[in-house]
């Protein structure tokens, strides 16, 4: 079974913080992805990487960054938090051409910027 | 027009009914779609993919394909209450390497 956790829930902080948010897989996926998802926009995707130390913009990179210095770990930073990078988070991974580029999502962590 | 477009809904269906869910999409070079289901403050999980024009069946769940028409669906027999979720449609485009594209969600509620 496919497992991908996320370091937290549930998190809130302040405007200004510097915010980690930690993924990680244990199925040697090539590929992850962080995603925000927010009510009525869909899943919208921020950073991935395909592979250790690679990593391209996704669609909403601003205020972002990421870090994937091990293959099973996918970290999203934000340097300084703002409100409206209050979200639910989820973390997904694959592995290029299994089932088509199947993506298992990890439970998500929902972040409140206050 | 959005890349890939789901009707948002809710969708509301009684129990033991079909239901019966829509997704088009914009880029003809799409190769793969995925339905995933997500209940409220979970995260998606695969119901089913499919990538040749037709029908594929998983239980109660039917995805169907057509390419021409740039469209697929997802049909759920015999709905039950813990059907009710938002179902996602996510299709993989031949530009866009290993990344999903996914519409924006189509809520799903089934009455007893």
């Known amino acids: 079974d496919v497992k991908v956790t996320q370091s937290s829930r549930y998190l809130v902080k302040r405007t200004g913080e510097k915010v980690f948010l930690e993924c990680v897989q244990d199925?040697?996926?090539?590929?992850m992805f962080w995603y925000r998802q927010d009510p009525g926009l869909g899943l919208r995707l921020i950073y991935f990487?395909?592979?250790?130390?690679?990593?391209e913009k996704g669609d909403i990179p601003e205020g972002y960054s990421v870090s994937r210095e091990k293959k099973e770990r996918f970290s999203l930073i934000l340097e300084s938090a703002s409100t409206n990078q209050t979200s639910m988070y989820l973390c997904?991974?694959?592995?290029?051409?299994?089932?088509?580029?199947?993506?298992?999502f990890g439970p998500g962590t929902r972040l409140t910027v206050l | 027009q959005k890349e890939v477009e789901q009707n948002s809904g809710p969708l509301s269906v009684p129990e033991g009914a079909i239901a019966s869910l829509n997704c088009t999409y914009s880029?003809?070079?799409?190769?793969?779609f995925f339905w995933y289901r997500q209940y409220s403050g979970k995260s998606p999980e695969l119901i089913m993919f499919?990538?040749?024009?037709g029908d594929k069946e998983d239980g109660r769940f039917t995805a169907q394909l057509n390419k021409a028409s740039q469209y697929v669906s997802l049909l759920i027999r015999d709905s039950q209450p813990s059907d009710s979720a938002t179902y996602l449609c996510?299709?993989?485009?031949?530009?866009?390497?290993?990344?999903?594209?996914f519409g924006g969600g189509t809520r799903v509620l089934v009455k007893p």
């Open positions: 997904a991974s694959t592995r290029p051409g299994f089932r088509h580029n199947e993506q298992f």
């Open positions: 199925m040697d996926h090539e590929n």
């Open positions: 990487s395909y592979d250790v130390k690679m990593k």
């Open positions: 880029d003809r070079g799409s190769q793969s």
């Open positions: 499919i990538y040749s024009n």
């Open positions: 996510a299709v993989n485009r031949l530009a866009a390497g290993n990344k999903l594209t």
